[in-house]
């Protein structure tokens, strides 16, 4: 009853009469392969057989609890899109010309949360330019409040 809900998701299964215990899986959400096909590629463990045991036992609670009553995508699946999200992200040393990192701060204004990852990580870190400190005529910097801010960035972030 439940099958074209888990369609719906990426999932097919077929249950052979001939063993009751046993369900066989045809396919999968794309994440899923996505995401072994980078594991493999890092020559880590594969992990796709534990994914989609986890996302049909959610499945299957989901049914248990609420009768099948759908709502956001399934934590399995959010949690795979966001590792996928964090593994293809710029990451702190890659070099950007000054246009590609234009074209970031332009998406990132546009995001609900732009200072963290999908993780909840920090995905920014405040900086200062302390170069005009040696000039009279530009303003000093509130270093308190800076310091302040690093601190509250340090507690947060981790």
């Not at 959400?29 to 796709?48: D, H, I, M, S, T």
């Not at 996302?55 to 959010?78: K, M």
């Not at 302390?130 to 308190?144: E, S």
Request: glycine share 4%; net charge neutral; with cysteine.
């Amino acid at each position: 009853c439940y099958y074209k809900n888990l369609k719906d998701l990426g999932l097919e299964l077929s249950f052979p009469e001939t063993n009751s215990s046993l369900i066989l899986v045809k396919k999968v959400p794309l994440c899923f392969v996505e995401r072994e096909a980078n594991e493999l590629r890092r020559k880590r463990q594969p992990v796709a057989e534990n994914i989609v045991e986890e996302f049909i036992q959610e499945q299957v609670e989901l049914v248990q609890t609420t009768g099948g009553a759908r709502g956001t995508l399934p934590l399995t699946l959010l949690k795979v899109l966001a590792s996928q999200a964090c593994h293809g992200a710029i990451k702190f040393n890659d070099s950007l010309t000054t246009e590609e990192s234009c074209q970031l701060i332009e998406a990132l204004s546009s995001c609900q949360l732009p200072f963290q990852c999908a993780h909840g990580r920090p995905s920014m870190m405040p900086l200062a330019d302390i170069d005009h400190l040696q000039q009279d005529t530009q303003p000093k910097p509130n270093l308190a409040r800076l310091r302040k801010m690093v601190r509250a960035w340090h507690l947060f972030g981790r």
